[in-house]
């Protein structure tokens, strides 16, 4: 069965350091990797796609995808308290999910 | 423009009735995918569709759970005969398309929750 995983957290990171954000997939064949941010009690929201190897940078944001090993990150550069949300990552046209990582990033 | 909408907003019914859940997507969006998410969990697929045609249905969770959308616009998720587990918040979600990469962005209208008594 194909699945994402990720640590469910909560992974508590100090006002102004790194968030480094881990995710798995088992599906080799996969193309496209995606991470959303979900804020409690609201839809998910994309933050970044990635689809080759390598690092995407989009401002205080960082996408690192390594295919062979099979993991995608999100480090987050400058964390901010309104950074706290949970974290999903979704796979292959966004039709397989992690459960998410919750953040809480502490003033 | 507007964004993906959803009614209803809330709904409670009661065990053994029928409901429909009501997607309507940003406009000109060939995709259009149906969630269902619980609590501290990420969406779980249910269903999908490119314009009308229903290109995968491996999520729907049995068949009391039905899904259409006949004009390639707006969509309907029915659930015949609920039961207390069918409770869960309900998410659609449309994108330009499905299989080019970079207009496979997913947009998240705002849900239904559902609650079975």
């Known amino acids: 069965q194909k699945e994402v995983e990720q640590n469910s957290g909560p992974l508590s990171v100090p006002e102004g350091a790194i968030a480094s954000l881990n995710c798995t997939y088992s599906d080799r064949g996969s193309q496209s990797f995606f991470w959303y941010r979900q804020y409690s009690g609201k839809s998910p929201e994309l933050i970044m796609s990635i689809y080759s190897n390598g690092d995407k940078e989009d401002g205080r944001f960082t996408a690192q995808l390594n295919k062979a090993s099979q993991y995608v990150s999100l480090l987050i550069r400058d964390s901010q308290p309104s950074d706290s949300a949970t974290y999903l990552c979704?796979?292959?046209?966004?039709?397989?999910w992690g459960a998410g990582t919750k953040l809480i990033i502490k003033p | 423009g507007a964004g993906v909408s959803q009614s209803p907003r809330y709904k409670v019914t009661k065990r053994g009735q029928d409901v429909a859940l009501r997607c309507d997507p940003i406009?000109?969006?060939?995709?259009l995918y149906w969630y269902r998410q619980a609590l501290g969990q990420g969406p779980e697929f249910l269903t999908y569709?490119?314009?009308?045609?229903?290109?995968?249905k491996s999520g729907l969770p049995n068949d009391r759970f039905s899904a259409e959308r006949p004009e390639g616009s707006i969509s309907t998720l029915t659930i015949q005969r609920t039961e207390q587990r069918d409770s869960a918040m309900y998410r659609c979600?449309?994108?330009?398309?499905?299989?080019?990469?970079?207009?496979?962005?997913?947009?998240f209208g705002p849900g239904t929750r559902l609650t079975v008594l």
């Open positions: 979600a449309s994108s330009l398309e499905t299989e080019s990469l970079g207009s496979n962005t997913q947009y």
């Open positions: 406009s000109g969006h060939v995709s």
């Open positions: 979704a796979v292959n046209y966004q039709l397989i």
């Open positions: 569709f490119n314009y009308e045609a229903q290109q995968d």
